[in-house]
């Protein structure tokens, strides 16, 4: 239609057609979409951010550089000293025990060594009846002998050694050689030349109370 014409009917008092109503968009969340570039974050521009580092964002790149920091000379001198005395100290634990088993290796030689050199040489006397005293080990023992033996105990012409708990009566050669291979086993020997009194209990006369505990 031509202007003319329009103008034309507007003068016959005509109105124009009004126009359709927009409706607004909607998105699919079904809120309605604003102009376009409006309400959107632009790249770069979210929420606290604004081109600047946020404070967690801080605290990150913070805790990495921290972690990143290279230990001080100080630092790795005092973990090397503590790992060399660490290890000193394990190889003197393992050290002590070498000895320790080595130790009771050669005793455990040693005392058999001393059962095979006395083994059928007791001269122990199964109708004896008089109880030879002395000290071994802390603690009181006995020996039963006859009085001939008892003399010649106590003269040191004998000697006494302890096997597995028990006390065997032997010669004074015997005894040294017992001695030189396990000097423990010796249990009685007597120094002809030393005094009585440093004896006690060479008297036979000398009684040890019943109730004492062997």
Excluded: C
Aim: cysteine-free; overall charge positive; glycine content about 10%.
């Amino acid at each position: 239609m031509s202007d003319t014409l329009r103008d034309q009917l507007l003068g016959l008092g005509f109105k124009p057609a009004p126009k359709p109503e927009r409706k607004p968009d909607f998105r699919r969340d079904g809120r309605p979409q604003g102009k376009p570039g409006q309400g959107r974050p632009q790249a770069g521009n979210k929420p606290g951010q604004g081109g600047k580092p946020t404070h967690a964002g801080k605290a990150a790149a913070g805790g990495q550089q921290r972690a990143r920091k290279p230990r001080s000379q100080e630092d790795i001198d005092l973990a090397k000293a503590y790992a060399i005395r660490a290890q000193r100290e394990k190889d003197e634990r393992i050290e002590a025990e070498r000895q320790k088993q080595e130790e009771a290796r050669l005793r455990r030689e040693a005392r058999a060594k001393m059962e095979a050199l006395i083994k059928d040489k007791g001269l122990n006397d199964p109708e004896a009846d008089i109880a030879r005293h002395f000290e071994y080990g802390g603690k009181i023992k006995r020996i039963y002998v006859n009085a001939e033996q008892l003399k010649a105990l106590n003269a040191g012409e004998l000697g006494v050694l302890q096997q597995n708990g028990r006390y065997i009566l032997v010669t004074a050669a015997l005894l040294a050689e017992a001695e030189a291979v396990f000097p423990p086993g010796v249990a009685l020997k007597i120094d002809p030349a030393a005094p009585l009194a440093d004896d006690p209990y060479a008297d036979p006369q000398y009684q040890v109370p019943d109730d004492l505990v062997w």
